[in-house]
């Protein structure tokens, strides 16, 4: 969920922004600008390349890497209540005032002393994530965003990060630093594994296809102008099952990974002059753009998944 965290964010704030009438690039900036608060929980994983080190082999690199990262990871910069905090150290921080830059260090300071009761390692991650949310707030005066929409754009992203979380992995201390357990177990879509997998990969692809349809409805276009029928390329990731271990969330890599080479080769197509137009675009009637093959690349990963999951129930 990695990439769905901002992508959710941006499509609720963008489509708000849009129904609002907002203008196109205003709309499209606070929907950027809730997409980078988003993904900004995610600073806590700056431990993990700490687990490579001394290690060899692609399979232990994995292992160690994640086994680094998730002694912090889902922790401290995952709460609702650090979140809410952040929000509004955001907002503060984005008023630029004297006063209010000096309520927003004392509200950064304040998280970061919270951390630092968990150990220096939560102390650290803590100020990382501070320093990247006011970094984000910064970004948005300088977009033109007025601080109470800076603050909104962090209130969506910052507390809509815990929820993607819920399917994969451990859950996150929603509540933290409060020693209160609001989800203690991961949510299943499916009691089978790869099942679950397929259901929280469709949840990813859900949340880039909203916004996907959020930004063509802001910028005025319509789907069907991108997306090409190298999409039906897709349908072909269905044979993985008869060539890769069922999937699960303990070895998600190489069915991830597949499905998503398949949707880069399927966006762009196959032969390589298609390659060569990305990089230099010609003028034919419809020139490859790096907007239709994501479209492309999308509606193929959505096929890859649907093939893939019928092959596999009706095996």
Known sequence: ???????????????????????????????????????????????????????DGLLEAEAAFWAAGNVVHRAV???????ALGAVGAALWAARTKATRALAVTVGTGLVAVGATDGALSAVVMAAFVVVVFGVASAGTRWGIDAPHVGAAAVVG????????????A????????????????????????MHLLGAFGLE????????????????????????PHATLGVGFAGAVLLLPPPSLEAPYRFVFGALGVGMVSGVGVHPRNWWRLLTPDADRRPLTPLGVALTGLAALSAALLAYGTLYTWL
């Open 171 to 194: 859950p996150p201390e929603l509540l933290y630093p409060f020693d209160v357990t609001l989800v203690a177990e991961r949510l299943l879509l499916h009691p089978d594994p790869t």
């Open 1 to 55: 969920m990695f990439v769905g965290h901002g992508l959710v964010a941006f499509a609720i704030v963008a489509g708000l922004a849009a129904l609002a009438g907002w203008d196109r690039e205003r709309a499209l900036a606070v929907g950027l600008l809730a997409g980078a608060f988003g993904l900004s929980p995610d600073v806590d994983i700056l431990y993990a390349p700490v687990g490579l080190v001394g290690v």
């Open 158 to 169: 910052l507390l809509a990060h815990p929820f993607g979380d819920l399917f994969t992995g």
């Open 77 to 83: 910069t995952h709460s609702l209540v650090v979140g």
């Open 205 to 228: 692809i859900a949340t880039m296809w909203a916004a996907a349809l959020v930004y063509l409805h802001v910028t005025d276009r319509r789907l069907t102008d991108h997306v090409r």
